[in-house]
């Protein structure tokens, strides 16, 4: 899927800036201190295991986190920090300067009102279009997504197509008024590798027609491959490592980040005859309840010493890392200076 990606618009101001961001409820911390920033035209993703913090990142930006959780820090989109808006201010924020494509978009959508209802309410609602011109470009919108026979799926119900249709409705919803920033949460977990390239297309093409940046959430670094630029690493609600994808993806300094991109299967670590086992992170990612101090990840690393008790503060410049003993790029035997390089 790596051929996804084109050229994105070149980056100017700053879309959204999280800052030392905090999501808790009176018990528990899901998110511990994020920050990072996205610029116009940008393509930043967060990828983490399961329970990491990713999907609360999100809908704190959005606004929608569960009821009891509450978001500390600052995130600034359009000159005013959203963590200080009501609930109100923040729906008229929603589908218009920033919009968010769920995993699952069959629960996402309204079960008994026809698809093209709910696309033109949400232009409608942003902007001052009449009914018919809303729903003329809730037409355009369903012929850009490639869908097939437009004016049928208008009128056709979520129930009544497939999950590969409902998710391209779902980013036709998210940019048809031409929001900032574009949130994409886990937007193809559910669909085949055939259906899901088509539709990261999709978003590929809509995100940069209209100029937005993007936020991709996902676990599958394939796809953070093929659609971002710049990539986040969670784990344990902290990021541990960022920065441009070819770098961490090529040159990974943390050990979280080395060990996922070693689980990954490849046609190298594949053993078709069954013989042996995909490489794979030991124990498991402490839940929100028993999240131990300092670094979460300590109690999987074989590189975790004392120090690792106490979270180390991010450094770097392009290319930034939360580790007291990150890995080291392998030495290049052609270099003389190896210890293997004869003296003589």
Not at 21 to 32: G, H, S
Not at 263 to 271: A, E, R, V
Request: charged share 25%; net charge negative.
């Amino acid at each position: 899927m790596t051929d996804v990606m084109q050229a994105s618009p070149a980056k100017t101001e700053t879309v959204i800036e999280v800052a030392d961001l905090v999501v808790r409820n009176p018990d528990l911390t899901a998110v511990k201190g994020v920050s990072f920033a996205i610029s116009a035209g940008e393509r930043m993703g967060i990828v983490g295991e399961s329970g990491a913090g990713k999907s609360m990142t999100a809908l704190a930006l959005m606004g929608l986190l569960p009821d009891g959780w509450w978001a500390q820090g600052s995130i600034i989109h359009g000159d005013e920090d959203v963590t200080t808006l009501g609930d109100r201010a923040m729906s008229r924020r929603r589908g218009r300067t920033m919009s968010m494509i769920f995993q699952d978009p069959l629960t996402a959508l309204d079960p008994v009102r026809r698809v093209g209802v709910q696309i033109t309410d949400v232009i409608r609602r942003h902007t001052d279009a009449s009914k018919d011109a809303a729903y003329e470009q809730a037409l355009g919108l369903i012929k850009q997504m490639d869908l097939p026979r437009p004016p049928q799926v208008l009128r056709a119900y979520p129930h009544e197509l497939s999950g590969g249709q409902r998710q391209r409705i779902m980013i036709a919803m998210a940019i048809s008024c031409y929001p900032s920033l574009v949130i994409a949460d886990e937007p193809t977990t559910a669909l085949d590798v055939t259906v899901q390239k088509r539709v990261l297309k999709m978003l590929d093409r809509a995100v940069i027609e209209r100029e937005c940046a993007l936020l991709m959430i996902t676990h599958d670094l394939a796809v953070i491959a093929a659609m971002c630029e710049t990539v986040a690493v969670m784990y344990g609600g902290r990021i541990v490592e960022q920065g441009p994808v070819e770098q961490v993806f090529t040159e990974p300094k943390h050990p979280y980040t080395e060990a996922l991109l070693r689980s990954q299967p490849t046609l190298d670590n594949i053993d078709l005859t069954g013989d042996t086992r995909l490489p794979s992170i030991p124990g498991q990612v402490p839940s929100l309840v028993d999240m131990p101090s300092g670094c979460a990840f300590r109690s999987r690393c074989d590189r975790a010493h004392d120090a690792c008790e106490e979270f180390p503060a991010m450094e770097g410049e392009d290319h930034l890392v939360a580790c007291w003993d990150p890995v080291r790029p392998p030495q290049s035997s052609d270099n003389p200076n190896t210890s293997g390089a004869s003296g003589s």
